[in-house]
């Protein structure tokens, strides 16, 4: 371990005991040289990022693997609040918010993801945070701030991360007090064209306490006044607060020892999702209302609310040995998220299809791993994980409220489930260097789980109010328990064409888990909840790697079979939509991705990516049109969330103003390709072009930085999904879709000091 500076001696009084105050990090004396850092986004963008891809501290460019990585400065001088921030500028990769749910994470890399907001269905991109796998989807996409890196892991990556990431990983890491002290604070305000604005406040305090305590604390608060205004009532919708408060303690007992805790709570209030009526798929227009898909137009009566709430504690502790100079780490993870809200799902200035839900989580985990090298030769990376989770999710669909004049629902349908998963998993890793160039990548991981649900289907709790999540009693009409046991091998190699040029070419698999739905409306008897089997991806990659005096440039192929695709159906039913999970087909998915960053002159750094994807279906197992045959038309149909094409092309440049600082500017363009969002291909995600710009002006000593910013300066719509409703209800006339509308064209100003 590397033993910390510490603040100078008058800082350093006898503290009683639990007392590790604010007060005693602000004593540090900054140290000389802070203002010596470099300054402007030049430098941000070319700095080496540490990634953390397979469980120890290297070089992204290192890796032998297809990955997108941040530092903390880059993504301060890319003015990234949020993941969805990155959705359209990384190649074969969308980090979309499905929008049913406010903050619901629904990512695709490589044509793998899911179109479901459903408590307890898997993803296909795991989210870890700060080491700890995260098993609900929900809560993942609000504000974050003062992150050390994000790291996008391209492919499988089931041996070292586990089930549930067949498509990918995204990692946060988050910010831990460094070896002096640090301080800074953050305003900010954007506005778009319509609704009101939006404003910040940020901060982040931390250093040395003495000689083996060292802590930080971060805070964040965002008052969002709305971005859309309503047609129905002329009032601004999309309102939300958030609060977030991060504590961060470092205890370094001994030199070869470090336990760092961390502990975050937040809250997120507001409105709820905004959704927008246009002709569906079938070519049925809303009723009365019906937009442009392509316009920021909504009319709702039901502007609905949200209210979260996580708390999430993660302990750490590195401990280094002799025994192959190496480190033992244990993670200990613990998450619990409840969310209640109502959302207006007709997207009609009328009352016809309103759904309150309520929403309970509880998850614990453990990894304890050792990571070593032997004789120059091989590095060995080895773990036991072990993890459970508690779902009780409720919901309620209330429809016709006008038939009564808006009094009351016409119709109420109740149901939801519990869901308790318990998992294990044995994983090894290594990495033999054959010789001076050739190095042979292996490892294999072996999971099991076991899952217990228990479902009460909605279209059998007709007028017959009950809440699972806040009374317990609703009948169940399925319960049922299963298990799943998966092997995810990786077997590649590595050569070395030079210090700063790698080629690679590996295989590797990945499992998707089978699981229950909980959300049953189908009235159909044979609509049983599950089980659904787990989903099976093999992955055959081949990239190149490269670090040159001006820049960076990497690029891979992949070649990926994917067998029992696991996916939602999503159709029209009498009661809204039904939503069936079925294992739907085999497939095959293939594509290229390059990308790069180039120092065009000592100031100007220009940064360019491309993906490209081509998906298609081998096997159909499921009417997937609805047309009552399983054949060529199914196999014909476009796979959900596979855009075909996406690129990125921009530029950084600092502006060295003497005495006065340095002037950062960019600009960056980024496309992405119209997608199918269900199955049928009815529902559509809309082609994206992405147009971000800003200017920073650092000041000479390098504490005050001020930034103008814009995001989407284009203003194109995107919606989170595009949920196909029925022509009818009951007979009262619907149509259209339920399409979540995402933020469009936002500028804004922001004030940074550090100290």
């Known amino acids: 371990m590397t033993k910390r500076h510490h603040c100078l001696p008058f800082a350093r009084k006898p503290l009683a005991a639990g007392s590790v105050a604010l007060a005693a990090l602000i004593a540090c004396v900054p140290p000389a040289h802070a203002q010596d850092a470099p300054q402007g986004g030049v430098a ?320 614990t985990s453990n990894e304890l791993r050792y990571n070593g090298r032997f004789r120059d030769q091989l590095n060995v990376t080895a773990g036991l994980f072990l993890f459970e989770s508690e779902i009780d999710y409720h919901e309620r669909r209330e429809l016709l409220g006008v038939a009564t004049g808006g009094v009351r629902p016409g119709a109420t349908f109740d149901g939801g489930g519990e869901l308790d998963t318990e998992s294990w998993a044995v994983f090894t890793s290594i990495d033999y260097d054959l010789d001076e160039r050739w190095t042979l990548n292996a490892g294999v991981r072996y999971s099991e789980e076991d899952k217990d649900t228990k479902v009460a289907s909605l279209s059998k709790n007709i007028n017959r109010p009950c809440n699972i999540v806040e009374d317990g009693n609703c009948p169940y009409d399925f319960e049922d328990e299963d298990s799943w046991d998966s092997l995810s091998p990786k077997l590649g190699v590595t050569y070395d064409l030079s210090d700063d040029a790698l080629l690679y070419a590996q295989w590797s698999q990945g499992t998707r888990s089978g699981g229950y739905n909980m959300r049953n409306t189908s009235f159909n008897p044979a609509d049983l909840p599950g089980p659904f089997d787990q989903e099976t991806v093999d992955s055959v990659e081949i990239g190149y790697k490269s670090t040159f005096g001006r820049g960076k440039l990497n690029a891979a192929v992949f070649y990926n079979t994917i067998d029992d695709m696991q996916r939602e159906i999503n159709l029209p039913g009498p009661i809204g939509v039904i939503q069936l999970v079925r294992n739907t087909a085999e497939a095959t998915i293939k594509g290229i991705e390059i990308d790069g960053t180039f120092a065009l002159t000592d100031n100007l750094v220009a940064i360019a990516s491309i993906g490209v994807t081509d998906a298609g279906y081998d096997k159909v197992l499921y009417d997937l049109n609805g047309d009552g045959v399983i054949g060529g038309a199914d196999k014909d149909l476009d796979l959900p969330r596979a855009a075909e094409l996406t690129w990125t092309v921009g530029l950084n440049h600092d502006l060295p103003l003497g005495e006065w600082g340095t002037m950062s500017s960019r600009v960056s363009y980024a496309f992405r390709d119209e997608s199918a969002y269900t199955d049928n291909n009815l529902g559509i995600l809309n082609e994206q072009e992405r147009v971000d710009a800003g200017v920073d002006f650092h000041s000479a000593g390098g504490h005050w930085v001020f930034s103008l910013y814009g995001r989407n300066l284009l203003n194109e719509v995107l919606h989170g999904n595009d949920t196909q409703l029925p022509a009818t209800i009951s007979g009262v006339p619907l149509g259209g879709t339920f399409a979540p509308m995402s933020k469009g064209r936002r500028v804004g100003l922001e004030v940074t000091y550090n100290l």
């Open 44 to 363: 941000a963008i070319l700095d080496e990022v540490v990634v953390t891809a397979r469980k120890r501290e290297e070089s992204s460019q290192d890796v032998p693997m297809a990955i997108s990585a941040l530092g903390s400065d880059q993504i301060e001088a890319l003015k990234i609040r949020d993941l969805t921030n990155l959705s359209v500028r990384l190649p074969n990769v969308a980090l979309d918010d499905v929008g049913t749910a406010p903050g619901t994470a629904n990512f695709s890399i490589r044509g793998l993801g899911i179109n479901s907001s459903i408590p307890g269905i898997d993803p296909t991109v795991g989210v870890v945070i700060d080491g700890v796998y995260v098993g609900l989807n929900n809560g993942l996409v609000f504000d974050t701030f003062d992150l050390q890196s994000v790291e996008v892991l391209r492919g499988p990556q089931g041996t070292l991360f586990g089930r549930n990431v067949t498509g990918g990983a995204v990692l946060l890491n988050t910010k831990k007090p460094g070896d002096t002290f640090e301080f800074s604070a953050r305003a900010a305000i954007d506005q778009g064209p319509d609704g009101g604005p939006s404003k910040y406040l940020m901060a982040s305090v931390g250093g040395p306490v003495n000689d083996w305590l060292a802590a930080r604390l971060t805070a964040y608060y965002n008052d969002d006044d709305g971005f859309l205004e309503n047609r129905f009532d002329g009032k601004d919708v999309g309102k939300i607060e958030q609060k977030m408060i991060r504590p961060v303690v470092v205890i370094t007992p001994a030199e070869q020892i470090e336990l760092t805790l961390r502990y975050e709570h937040s809250e997120n209030e507001g409105d709820g999702v905004i959704g927008q009526s246009h002709t569906n798929g079938s070519g049925v227009p809303g009723f009365p209302v019906n937009f442009d898909r392509d316009e920021f137009d909504v009319s709702i009566d039901e502007p609905g609310f949200q209210d979260a709430e996580t708390d999430a504690f993660t302990a750490q502790l590195d401990w280094d040995v002799a025994f192959g100079d190496g480190t033992v780490t244990n993670i200990f993870g613990w998450r619990e998220y409840a969310a209640d809200g109502v959302g207006d799902i007709d997207s009609q200035p009328r009352w016809m299809f309103h759904a309150p839900s309520w929403l309970e989580y509880e998850q």
